[in-house]
């Protein structure tokens, strides 16, 4: 599975933005989307996940409950993070994850698969 994610960029505080990931390659019919972040200096964290479990289920890390929402397209294998009310300590890179299970999971270490980052700015 190959994981390509885009979307990231210079966003003043307080502000909106949209990350995608698509995945390609053979997958699962059940399994696992999310996002996770890596500020400098801090070790990558959850973010987000998109799961399905119970048909459907979304997982959202306190820090951002409220502010952003996962979203995914089945058919085209696509996970969006819409991220709203921007904060200076959301700047990070943000990482794109895939799980070949349909049981979400916070744990940075649960998934297989890693899209290389994108970079999300939001100045103070």
């Known amino acids: 599975v190959q994981l390509q994610a885009f979307g990231g960029g210079l966003v003043q505080a307080g502000g909106s933005l949209r990350l995608s990931c698509a995945a390609s390659?053979?997958?699962?019919?059940?399994?696992?989307m999310a996002w996770f972040r890596q500020a400098p200096g801090k070790e990558r964290e959850f973010v987000a996940a998109s799961s399905d479990w119970r048909c459907g289920r979304t997982l959202y890390a306190a820090s951002v409950k409220g502010r952003f929402t996962i979203a995914r397209d089945n058919a085209e294998k696509t996970v969006y993070l819409e991220m709203t009310s921007l904060k200076a300590e959301d700047t990070a890179e943000y990482y794109c994850?895939?799980?070949?299970?349909?049981?979400?999971?916070?744990?940075?270490?649960?998934?297989?698969?890693w899209g290389q980052g994108t970079l999300v700015t939001s100045p103070a």
């Open positions: 390659g053979r997958a699962s019919s059940s399994y696992t």
């Open positions: 994850a895939f799980r070949l299970s349909g049981l979400g999971s916070v744990h940075l270490g649960d998934y297989t698969y």
